[in-house]
Structures are given as structure tokens and as C-alpha cells.
């Protein structure tokens, strides 16, 4: 038998063991629950503890990454408030730099204009001047033929001739003879040698003769069945000047009236005879001040020529001298001849040239107006062609602007 005691009475009670193993295992179990649920109590606040401490730990590191966001989303924004800031002072340093450059374009498109206008109006008074004097000796030349043809026309073959004659010896008397009073030209009447010419010219200066020019004047009907040409005379011309003791030798021809090469003014054709010359009637007056004024250069030469010749000393090479004066200033004649012919060529060339220039500008003036109806046509929307970002970029600040009108 087992007693047990109470706690709170004191009273004893006997039970047998069958009883004490039924409250043993009645306490046994009582105590294992109240254990394991004291047990389960702890283990849950440990877990709700640690829940907690997790959850404030999770919360932390949530407001931790929250801030960290916070500061690269802040960060974002000014670096987007920045680059924003920088496009938007690109996009208008952009369209200044282009309003600008366009401004410029049209400067210089205005300016060209300009100076295409000057120049334009510049070639036209060059060309008009050069056409003007053209024309004036175009003028003057074919009066000259009209005048000649109007003699030939009216007049038979000896009276032509005769009349070639008569205006040389009229133009000599009438502009010339006041000019060198003491000077000879008269006809050349003597045939003893079996041939004559038509004029002979000579100039003194202190006794002494420093020139002496033959001429020959030609000219024939325009129905003459039998056409003469200048060289049919070269021969004649150059033997009459030796019998004649002259130094020079002049054609005054109307042959040809076809040539370019007599037409184009005086013609050096000492190449064929030594010192001849074939020129045109207009040209009689000029021939014989070039020839003077070249000969009066020579007088000193001649001078001492005489003087060294009267004290019997050897003059050969005074001679040479004045030869080779001679001899250059016909060659210097020729050029100035040829140089005479060239300028009539160039100022054909220049018309010409002249011509070309005006086509140009008109050209020039074609591409200034298409350049600035470019200019013109040029707009945002070309501008930002090809360029998506800028593109973009107009568009929001024309929605903005659309916006704010409403």
C-alpha cells in the first residue's frame, strides 16, 4: 500500500499500487504536457522573437536599400536635370549658330549679288566702250573704202590713179608742209633712167639730208578684167629708189581691197626689198611722221659721217653705225606694225571675251538665285532630318508651347 499526503489539507491517503500507478501516470503525463507545452511556449516566443528581430533586421535593410534608391533615383535626376539642362543649351547654342550661319549666307548671298550687279554693269560700260570704238573705226575705215569705191565707180582708170595722187599730194600740203617747211615733195618728173615713180619726199636738217622716201601711188577700176596685186610693183618701186638715190620705199595701194594683211594698217615687206613699205591712203600721213621722226635720230650720226668722210678718216665704222640704226629701226618699224595689227586682233578677242564674261555673270547670277531660294526654303524640319534626338527634342518644346497657349 502507498500513502500520499496532501498539499493543501494534510490529509493522508492509503492507496494500493494498481491506484499509485494509475496517479503516477495521471501526474507522470499532466507534468510531460505542462513540460511540453512550457517547451513549445518558449520555442515559440524564441521563434517569435526571432521573427520580430528578422522582420526589424528585413525592415532595416529595406530602409537602408529605400534610402540607397532614394539617393540614385535623386542622383538620376540631377544627372537627367543636367543633361537636360546641357542639351537644352546645345539646342539653342545649335540654332543660333545656325541662325547665325544662315544670316551669314545671306549676307554673302546679298553681298555676290551685289557684286555681280557691279561687275556685270562694269563689263557692260567695258564692252559698250569697246563696241563703241570698235564700230568708230569699223566707221571710219568703211567710209574710207565707201568714199574710194564712190571714186572708182565715178571715175575711169587714169583719173583714179590721178586721184590717188592728188590726195596724197593735198593731205602733204595741207597737214604736213607746215610742219617741215624746209622739206621737198614734189613729183618725180625725170624718165632718163626709163622708169619713174610718183613722189619723191626729202628733209634736210643744217644742209644735210637725213631722209628720202620714193612713193609709188596705186589703184584700179573694180570692173578691171585683169586684177593687180601690190607685189606686181615691189620690183619697179625698188629700182626706181635706187636710180633715185632714196633710202626709203612707200607703196600707197588700194590693190586688194580684200587683204587683211594690207587692210590691218602699215606692212613691213623689206623681207622682199630693203626698207619698203606698203600702206593704205589713210595711213600716208602717219608713214612719213614715223619715218621722219625715226631719221631725225640718225642726223648726228650722219653729221660726223660727213665730217670724218672731209678729214679723210676711216668711216667704216660710223657707217656701220648708222646702218645698223637703219637696219633696227626698220625692224623695230615692222614690229610696231605687227604690234598695230595684234591690238585690232585684241580687241576683237576682247569683245569676244567680253561676251563670255556677261554669259557668265548671267550664269553666276542663275546659281545666287537658286542658292537663296535654299536658304529660304531651309526649315527646322530639314534641320532636324536624320537626327532623331533632336527631332524629339523640337517636338516636346512645341507640344510644351501648344500647352501653355491653352
Known sequence: MRELRCPHCGNILTIDEADYASLANQVKGAEFNAEVQRR??????????QEQARAAQAGQKFQAELFGRDQEISALKGRLDSLEERKQLELAKAVSSKDTEIASLKAQMQQLRSDSQLKKSQAELQEKALREEYENRLKFVQEQVDYYKDLKTRMSTKMVGETLESHCSTVYNSELRPLMPGAYFEKDNDASGGSKGDFIFRDYSDGTEYISIMFEMKNEMDETATKHKNEDFFRKLDADRNAKGCEYAVLVSLLEPDSELYN?????????????YV????????????LVNAAKKSIEYQKELMLARSQSVDVTKFEEQLNTFKDAFGRNYRLASEKF?????????????LQKIKDALIGSENNLRLANDKADALSVKRLTRGNPTMKAKFDAARDASQQNDD
Not at 600702206?279 to 614715223?290: A, N, V
Not at 595684234?342 to 578677242?349: F, G, L, R, S, Y
Open 264 to 276: 590691218g594698217g602699215i606692212v613691213d615687206v623689206s623681207y622682199r626689198y630693203p626698207k619698203m
Open 40 to 49: 513549445l511556449a518558449e520555442l515559440k516566443a524564441q521563434r517569435d522573437a
Open 279 to 290: 600702206i593704205r591712203p589713210q595711213f600716208f600721213k602717219s608713214m612719213i611722221t614715223l
Open 341 to 353: 595689227r595684234t591690238a585690232i586682233e585684241e580687241i576683237d578677242k576682247s569683245i569676244a571675251h
